[in-house]
């Protein structure tokens, strides 16, 4: 490797300085925090499942990986795109701010609660999320908190 490879002249040595400026601004590190944000929900994710594989029979994962995929389906149905409804209004809201994070929260709450009680209701709880069984009542805690998680 030659030495004058940090050399002011050199291409990458250039590319180091800028962009240690620019990965130092907030919008970098908010991205940063958000990237490892992921990455650890991901190994968290991982170990769950690899230790799942090691307890459980490949048909309790099967069924725990469907129960998971049809709670975080209803959740992100009952949401009703308020995400981006936050995004929109927020600057708009003003000093109303709090109230209209309230109602958002609020309406997420009350979509989850119907939609629970539709599911329960018309009986469709075992195709939606399958293995529930006589344990609806566990069922509305989960979408809701999916609904406002998610």
């Not at 400026?21 to 940063?32: N, P, R």
């Not at 119907?114 to 209701?121: K, L, Q, S, T």
């Not at 009986?123 to 809701?144: E, Y």
């Amino acid at each position: 490797m030659p030495k004058d490879i940090f050399h002011r002249n050199n291409i990458f040595s250039s590319v180091l300085v800028m962009g240690g400026k620019y990965f130092s601004s907030d919008v970098f590190s908010h991205g940063y925090v958000l990237a490892s944000s992921q990455i650890i929900s991901a190994l968290i994710g991982l170990f769950y499942w690899a230790v799942a594989a090691r307890l459980l029979t490949s048909y309790e994962i099967g069924v725990a990986s469907t129960q998971i995929s049809g709670i975080l389906l209803l959740g992100m149905v009952s949401e009703l795109g308020i995400k981006a409804a936050l995004t929109r209004y927020m600057l708009e809201s003003g000093r109303s701010f709090r109230g209209f994070i309230l109602i958002c929260y609020g309406l997420n709450v009350a979509a989850g609660i119907a939609i629970c009680g539709f599911v329960v209701a018309t009986g469709l709880v075992d195709s939606a999320v399958p293995g529930v069984g006589d344990r609806t009542f566990l069922l509305l805690p989960a979408i809701v908190c999916s609904t406002i998680f998610y």
